[in-house]
């Protein structure tokens, strides 16, 4: 089994910023993309942003220039630094892996999603 854990969400002011991190852990091999997203209540969840394995990275335009992908391979991390926050990111934000297991099979693992807050 695999399984993701995040954390760092919270409350914070506007303008302020917070940093979520997700955690991979299982019987894996390697894990090619990873991403993060979030969903409001009765919305699809969208796609914040994701990072491939080589690094590359692409964002949705409401957070272009305010959130920043990174990951840490040796950790099996990913991380969602978010600055400039409106109370529009108030949402739950899920991390997700795109993994290859051992027992070869490639699968989409979800964590369990970190409550964002965002208020005065």
């Known amino acids: 089994q695999v399984q993701l854990v995040e954390s760092g969400g919270g409350l914070v002011q506007p303008g302020g910023s917070l940093r979520l991190s997700c955690t991979v852990s299982?019987?894996?091999?390697?894990?090619?993309?990873m991403s993060w997203h979030r969903q409001a209540p009765g919305k699809q969840r969208e796609l914040v942003a994701a990072?491939?394995?080589?690094?590359?990275?692409n964002y949705a335009d409401s957070v272009k220039g305010r959130f920043t992908i990174s990951r840490d391979h040796a950790k099996n991390m990913v991380y969602l630094q978010m600055n400039s926050l409106t109370p529009e990111d108030t949402v739950v934000y899920y991390c997700?892996?795109?993994?290859?297991?051992?027992?070869?099979?490639?699968?989409?693992?979800w964590g369990q999603g970190t409550q964002v807050a965002v208020s005065s």
């Open positions: 299982g019987r894996l091999r390697t894990i090619n993309a």
């Open positions: 990072i491939a394995s080589g690094g590359s990275a």
């Open positions: 997700n892996a795109n993994v290859l297991t051992l027992a070869w099979s490639r699968n989409d693992y």
